[in-house]
């Protein structure tokens, strides 16, 4: 069984910061990179940041300069610090853990957490 545990979301103004949290937890034993995910009202979920189990990351665009990503790999935690944030950063933030089972690989997701930014 695994956890994911998310925490740090809130409302905050436009220009402010944000930090998020996740800590992945039970029968996680390999992983080969957590990241962040975001989702607006609407159907799709987008793609905001990945870290590896070394360290490499991979931002989208509407990321880059503004949020960084970080991980405590003994914690199995990943961080994303928001900075200058607007409001069209306003969604529901998922953590994803990718979990390296022999060949393949499994996805786990933590709960959403909603991040409002007020203009």
Do not use: H
Not at 37 to 63: K, M
Not at 92 to 116: A, L
């Amino acid at each position: 069984q695994v956890q994911v545990a998310v925490s740090g979301g809130g409302k905050v103004q436009a220009g402010g910061s944000l930090r998020l949290s996740c800590e992945a937890s039970g029968s996680v034993l390999n992983i080969d990179r957590m990241g962040w995910y975001r989702q607006a009202p609407g159907p799709s979920r987008e793609f905001i940041a990945t870290i590896t189990i070394g360290g490499r990351t991979n931002y989208a665009d509407s990321a880059k300069g503004r949020f960084t990503i970080f991980s405590d790999t003994a914690k199995k935690a990943v961080y994303l610090q928001m900075n200058s944030l607007k409001s069209e950063d306003t969604a529901v933030y998922y953590c994803n853990v990718v979990d390296r089972i022999g060949m393949g690989y499994v996805d786990y997701w933590g709960q959403g957490t909603q991040v409002t930014v007020s203009s």
